[in-house]
Nanobody, 124 residues
Framework: QVQLVESGGGSVEPGGSLRLACAATGNIYSTWMGWFRQAPGKEREGVAAIFTSSGNTEYAESVKGRFTVSIDNARNTAYLQMNALKAEDAGMYYC??????????????????WGQGTQVTVSS
């Protein structure tokens, strides 16, 4: 069993930055740690993911060059550094975990563990 707790959400102006954290309990070795977001009235979308044992990463096109996903294996914590935030980045951000390799790690159906989410608001 893996439990996930997100933190770091908040309200920022466009162009600002936030760093989200996802603290995991349980074994996350060889696990995809994914970040997803969902805006009101929209489907949940994959933002970024990292494979804990290799450091392989995947990013949605909309966040490439602005967001960085990382893992601190000693702390069992994944991070999502979000820079140059835009209004369209707003939403509830969820951390998710999937044990083992996945060819499409930005697909929500690949994941079997989810956090409760943390809210990100981007407005002036």
């Amino acid at each position: 069993q893996v439990q996930l707790v997100e933190s770091g959400g908040g309200s920022v102006e466009p162009g600002g930055s936030l760093r989200l954290a996802c603290a995991a309990t349980g074994n996350i070795y060889s696990t995809w740690m994914g970040w997803f977001r969902q805006a009101p009235g929209k489907e949940r979308e994959g933002v970024a993911a990292i494979f804990t044992s290799s450091g392989n990463t995947e990013y949605a096109e909309s966040v490439k060059g602005r967001f960085t996903v990382s893992i601190d294996n000693a702390r069992n914590t994944a991070y999502l550094q979000m820079n140059a935030l835009k209004a369209e980045d707003a939403g509830m951000y969820y951390c998710a975990a999937r044990t083992g390799w996945a060819n499409k790690p930005l697909t929500s159906g690949q994941y079997n563990y989810w956090g409760q989410g943390t809210q990100v608001t981007v407005s002036s």
